[in-house]
């Protein structure tokens, strides 16, 4: 009798565990930018991430058609919108991370739309490395 519940705990045990996920496997998609408010030089960029491996984090992000890039984060605070600057932005293992209006983002600061429907934004990952993503600059995304 004790060795069907032994080969049950370790059934358990092993269903329990996770392979590793490797190396990150990024997927970057749906990356867009509303229309240049015309009061002021910034924009912002709404993407989604999709992290199909292992741990990895955004650090940094630039373009040709802005001075800087920041990471941004929206938040209601208080019963009021409040934007704070994020240093970076993991990407756990088999996760999807959105960049999205209300939300995390990315500024563009100093921004000048480029001639064309897209602008080329370069993505600084800690294990990936660099990769650019065409972002659609949008007409009247709202």
Known sequence: MARPVFLL??????????????P??????????????????????YLTL???????????????AAERVELHESREEQGMMRMRRLDALPL?????????PGGKHLMLVGFTPPAGDTLALRL???VSGERTVAVALEGSRF
Not at 50 to 64: E, F, I, K, R
């Open 124 to 126: 600084h990952f800690s």
């Open 50 to 64: 999709y992290n199909d491996g292992g741990p990895d984090t955004l650090l940094t992000a630039s373009t040709d």
């Open 24 to 45: 990150p496997r990024l997927r970057i998609v749906d990356a867009w930018t509303p229309p240049l408010n015309a009061e002021a030089p910034t924009g912002a960029v």
């Open 9 to 22: 705990l370790i059934g358990l045990i092993l269903a329990s565990c996770r392979p590793d996920p490797g």
């Open 92 to 100: 756990p293992p088999r996760s999807e991370t959105r960049l999205e």
